[in-house]
């Protein structure tokens, strides 16, 4: 079974980008894996001083360590990310920052979303390049959803046209992220990462 996490990053007060997290964490699992929502708000993370890695043994904040032990068990990522101002969103920066090796030879994918028309995709092009840089492989499937309200509904159920588009995206990007956690996952196994 895929241990998969799903990161959400928004701190804004009418949070309507976590129906794409709740979406994706409910396709997940009705496919056999088995996803968790990691919420950037309610890890808690202060703005980045130190990374994980700076810490002593057992001396970083709790909240790091958990996390810290939930990304190293996991198979794959998932970043669903809102776009501000053509650019990230720095709750959901500033926690991936605090941690480095934890991340490294696992798959991620990115599914994007904004208010308007263009779907977050200026974000999640900058997200590619970012987690890359973290040693993850980056899945070439994609999501981007605009506008999230006309989309998803309240309870994270598709509607309409867009609903239905992103119904049938899904299917396509979630094969894809099981192709490659398997594959990342095959290889782990047999040859030890090079560093």
């Known amino acids: ?32 894996a088995a996803p968790e929502l990691v919420d950037a708000q309610a ?19 709790q909240a790091m360590e958990d996390l810290a032990r939930r990304i190293r068990a996991a198979d794959a990522f998932v970043f669903v990310c809102g776009e ?6 720095p709750g959901l920066k500033n926690l991936t920052d605090h941690f480095l090796e934890e991340w490294f030879w696992r798959p991620a994918a990115i599914a994007s979303y904004s208010a308007g028309r263009f779907s977050g995709v200026r974000s999640g092009s900058t997200w590619h390049a970012i987690l890359s840089e973290m040693g993850m492989v980056v899945i070439s499937s994609a999501l981007a959803v ?12 598709p509607q309409g046209g ?13 094969d894809d992220l099981a192709w490659w956690t398997e594959a990342a996952r095959a290889q782990r196994g047999r040859v030890a990462p090079p560093y």
């Open 1 to 32: 079974m895929d241990k998969i996490l799903v990161f959400y990053g928004s701190y804004r007060s009418d949070r309507v980008g976590i129906r794409l997290a709740q979406f994706i964490v409910d396709g997940l699992r009705a496919r056999g």
């Open 162 to 174: 867009p609903g239905e588009s992103l119904r049938k995206a899904f299917t396509r990007f979630a």
């Open 43 to 61: 890890v808690g993370l202060p703005m980045l001083d130190r990374m994980y890695k700076e810490y002593p043994a057992g001396q970083a904040p």
């Open 146 to 157: 605009g506008p999230i309200a006309q989309t998803l509904d309240a309870d994270a159920q």
């Open 84 to 89: 501000y101002n053509w650019g990230p969103q």
